[in-house]
């Protein structure tokens, strides 16, 4: 039976994404039939794969589930915290697979939010060579001018790198108050909050409306509904272009 590296097969568990996968593995926490295993290291799936002493179960008749959820504030993006913060695993626990988020929001950002146990489909959406767009409506304090939109629109230095060019759009304009549609292509730590910071800018709210062209629509906060399968085809679409 041919092996595969173990950040895979722990993916297609639906454990979590291979991006965790591969901490865990670096983090010591994996071990390969009893023994402590390093990155890449491969296994095949009759090898006895542990993490933190609970062994995976590795069967190839799953089913995989693609959720998407609006994400409430005050909700981190964690399967648990040990901080004992409200987590956004509480409100997928009726999933019967063990499900986990594909990207994250903040804590104090709200909107779309997606969830699966296809560890290659979570991949796709996170590699950067994806470029997926994602839409996020942003409110900011007290007011923007041009020079801060070409800024961000050109792409800014944060955190030691550049972001790449982004569409800025004006929604609203008022007194002390102005609503932002951005559209970026990345999915950096805090992005947005970051990129408007740089320039000068406080972020009053932030709520993603859509990953490629997949839309959070009327979803209520803290519902989840799963995929159908046109937005799925969709976005695979997306994907492979």
Known sequence: ME?????????????????????LISAGRVKLNGRA???????STKDIISIDGENLVISKKRRFYYIMLHKPRGYVTTMSDELDRKSVSELVKDIPERVYPIGRLDRNSEGLLLFTNDGKFANDIMHPSGHIAKIYRVTVRPKITDEQLVRMSEGIEIDGKKTLPCVINVLTNENGRVVLQMVIKEGRNRQIRKMCEAVGLEVARLKRTAIGPVKLGMLKPGAHREL???ELRALRTAISK
Do not use: M, N, P
């Open 3 to 23: 092996k595969q590296r173990l950040q895979k097969i722990i993916a297609e568990t639906g454990y979590c994404s291979r991006r965790k996968a591969e901490e």
């Open 37 to 43: 295993c390093k990155l890449g290291d491969k296994a």
């Open 228 to 230: 159908t399968s046109e």
